[in-house]
């Protein structure tokens, strides 16, 4: 089954960094772009970033432009998201996701608090 494993949150200062990883098994997931997304607290899912099955394309959300980058390896089924820059706002979970077989599957998520 899919099953999607996210790692790598905590808590960082403002202005710091941090890099999330989400671990993908149970389908072939180098067919599949993947998504990341987040949720504040009291607030709706929010999507963060795309990245294209072989990573030549990827997409950020207009707040997080020049500070987040999503990237991908194929070798370890594993999509990374790379936050730099870190505000107090960007305190979520933050989840992956991909669309398999016309469903939508999410990870346990990974919190990521902001905080000095």
């Known amino acids: 089954q899919v099953q999607l494993v996210e790692s790598g949150g905590g808590l960082v200062q403002p202005g710091g960094s941090l890099r999330l990883s989400c671990a993908a098994s149970?389908?072939?997931?180098?067919?599949?772009?993947m998504k990341w997304y987040r949720q504040a607290p009291g607030k709706e899912r929010e999507w963060v970033a795309t990245?294209?099955?072989?990573?030549?394309?990827?997409n950020i959300g207009n707040s997080m432009k020049g500070r987040f980058t999503i990237s991908r390896d194929n070798t370890k089924n594993t999509v990374y998201l790379q936050m730099n820059s870190l505000k107090p706002e960007g305190t979520a979970v933050y989840y992956c996701?991909?669309?398999?077989?016309?469903?939508?599957?999410w990870g346990q998520g990974t919190q990521v608090t902001v905080s000095s």
């Open positions: 149970g389908f072939t997931f180098s067919n599949y772009h």
């Open positions: 996701n991909v669309n398999w077989r016309a469903k939508s599957y």
């Open positions: 990245i294209t099955s072989t990573g030549s394309s990827t």
